[in-house]
């Protein structure tokens, strides 16, 4: 199954600033868990995170997540 999914959901700005917090934390987790990996030890400067992202599509997931929401607070008025 090769198509996009697409979601919508409607918060109001504090459940959006909370929500942006979250997972901001959940992706800064994850990518600590990955950045030290023996799997990414000789992947040249700046292109490691690059890699995991290409590795692991729920951490992709949720770095576009962020990127949408950062967007749609700004569109607001809502510093993000």
């Known amino acids: 199954m090769n198509t996009d999914v697409s979601i919508e959901i ?5 459940q959006a600033e909370a929500y942006l917090r979250w997972l901001n934390i959940q992706f800064q987790l994850l990518m ?3 950045w030290y ?15 995991i992202l290409e590795d692991h ?5 949720l770095n576009r997540t962020m990127r949408e929401l950062v967007k749609q607070l700004r569109v ?5």
């Open 10 to 14: 409607k918060l109001n700005p504090a």
């Open 32 to 34: 600590a868990a990955c």
């Open 37 to 51: 990996d023996d799997k990414y030890r000789y992947t040249p400067q700046g292109l490691r995170g690059k890699r």
């Open 57 to 61: 599509p729920h951490i992709a997931g």
């Open 76 to 80: 607001q008025g809502v510093p993000a």
